[in-house]
């Protein structure tokens, strides 16, 4: 086997490819190398031993900290051969985190080993040099600060990946408020509007379905309430979740007490592409993330958090239905908590997501593809499976590497306000100026004028002849030539006769 550190632990304890393309593998190098996708390649000098605690060490002091394969190894590594290993090197940094996360998960000290003593300096768990963290909390027995997302019980891990950093310097909050002051109040107010049902349509669409006038006002209204200053509760995600569904005999009054499972139009288990932890660790790893969620650390990202939090629910699959429409709801209950947005600002996010689903695929199928490998499903008829979980299946669920799913987050809020709701303004901006211009000169219906001037700049600049055809009883051919002739000339940013006064917009 060419592979060593946390590659090695998971072919050793037969746990699925949560790594990818991020394997430390031996080659004919002299030195420690870091591809750019992540992986390392380690000179033969420097292997191993072929156990779990010398790759654990090894994995830990040149690949970070992944907690669900470290805790895959600390639960088969022999404790005293971990004690051993201490008093061997009692300040050594790398053992010192193994100690401290030993004792973390088993709950006990370990044997034999009394006050172990350790005078070095603090040092975190995670680096911050390379790790989004939380708020500190100090282990004085080991001298080990654990700075993760939230506590050993649920620790979603995000890494600063070149990318992921590159769009937090963005600031992409601050732009959106230096954009919303910029627009005016009457022309923030209008583009809202549509923000508001476009983002409806799109986490909708994200689904594969149209919403009714009904279903769509419900899901508005329920976008409005993400302002409201409250912290999440069991009984607050069921009245969202109420709110998100129309089918009566969808609705639930708790976290779901059934297994429940995504499926392709693929009869049996083969149709199965997702199987979400079983209803009690669910239950146990939501009380995790609304902490999480309530209790954002004051230098975390907003974005990153709400990718978070969205992400980790929709992998924890809390209800029978409705998941992954809050989970795009959390987004903006997030941002909306952190005070960084305006007063009933909203970013469509959902709308840019459902014009990148490749990535979006990408971003969840991350996790969601190797934990499939931890349920084993088999299909009994009708209705009716059988699920059969790997053991200690909890460990990938309370760890998840979030680190794609907030990077395609951050991205899709850049282009939700970059692509789509500066367009909106600009698009507004235009319609009004179009509009004052032709009711200047001809005399026509405002609700004609209107969808005329949306059809033609939906056309790129241009009136179908079935779209002349369906107006000719009302609007005299030279007016519709003069409102595509506008609308055309204003999409260029000309012009649209002599006395236009473009200054006014």
Request: charge should be negative.
């Amino acid at each position: 086997m060419n592979v060593v550190g946390y590659a090695w632990i998971q072919h050793h304890v037969g746990a699925p490819d949560f790594l990818g393309a991020q394997q430390a593998r031996l080659a004919p190098v002299s030195r420690i190398e870091r591809l750019p996708e992540g992986a390392l390649l380690v000179p033969h000098k420097l292997a191993p031993a072929p156990d779990l605690l010398q790759h654990a060490l090894f994995a830990i002091k040149h690949e970070g900290v992944r907690l669900n394969l470290l805790t895959a190894a600390l639960r088969h590594i022999a404790p005293l051969q971990l004690v051993e290993a201490f008093r061997a090197a009692p300040n050594g940094v790398y053992v010192r985190k193994l100690c401290h996360l030993w004792e973390a998960l088993h709950q006990q000290r370990l044997p034999q080993l009394g006050d172990p003593g350790v005078t070095a300096r603090y040092v975190p768990l995670f680096d911050p040099a390379d790790y989004i963290v939380g708020e500190g909390h100090r282990d004085a027995r080991w001298r080990i600060e654990f700075n993760g997302l939230g506590s050993l019980h649920f620790c979603p891990v995000v890494r600063k990946t070149p990318a992921l950093m590159a769009l937090i310097d963005k600031d992409i909050l601050g732009q959106a408020q230096a954009f919303a002051e910029s627009v005016g109040e009457a022309m923030l107010e209008r583009a809202l509007n549509w923000a508001y049902l476009s983002e409806t349509e799109g986490s909708f669409a994200i689904e594969g379905e149209a919403p009714t006038a009904d279903k769509a006002a419900l899901f508005a209204a329920l976008l409005r309430r993400a302002h409201e200053q409250r912290p999440l509760t069991e009984e607050w995600l069921v009245e969202l979740q109420n709110a998100a569904i129309s089918n009566p005999f969808d609705k639930a009054v708790q976290f779901r007490t059934e297994q429940n499972r995504l499926q392709r139009d693929v009869p049996g288990a083969a149709g199965v592409t997702y199987v979400p932890p079983a209803p009690e660790l669910a239950v146990d790893l939501m009380n995790g993330l609304m902490r999480l969620t309530n209790q954002r650390a004051a230098e975390l990202d907003p974005l990153v958090h709400a990718a978070v939090v969205s992400f980790a629910f929709v992998f924890i699959h809390p209800f029978m239905d409705g998941n992954g429409r809050l989970s795009r709801y959390l987004i903006h209950h997030c941002l909306g908590q952190s005070g960084r947005l305006p007063p009933q600002f909203l970013l469509p996010i959902s709308v840019a997501m459902k014009k990148h689903e490749a990535e979006y695929l990408h971003a969840l199928t991350t996790f969601s593809k190797p934990a499939r490998q931890l349920c084993q499903v088999t299909w009994v008829g009708d209705e009716h499976y059988t699920y059969e979980w790997a053991p200690e299946a909890d460990t990938w669920f309370r760890y998840m590497d979030l680190s794609e799913a907030a990077t395609f987050t951050l991205a899709m809020a850049e282009a939700s306000l970059d692509t789509h709701m500066r367009q909106e303004v600009d698009f507004l901006a235009l319609f009004d100026r179009v509009k004052r211009y032709i009711n200047e000169r001809h005399d026509l219906r405002g609700s004609d004028l209107a969808n005329l001037i949306v059809t033609i700049f939906q056309n790129h600049g241009t009136l179908s002849n079935n779209r002349r055809k369906r107006y000719a009883d009302r609007v005299q051919a030279h007016v519709l030539d003069a409102i595509e002739a506008a609308v055309s000339r204003a999409m260029q940013g000309w012009p649209l006769g002599d006395d236009d006064d473009q200054e006014e917009n």
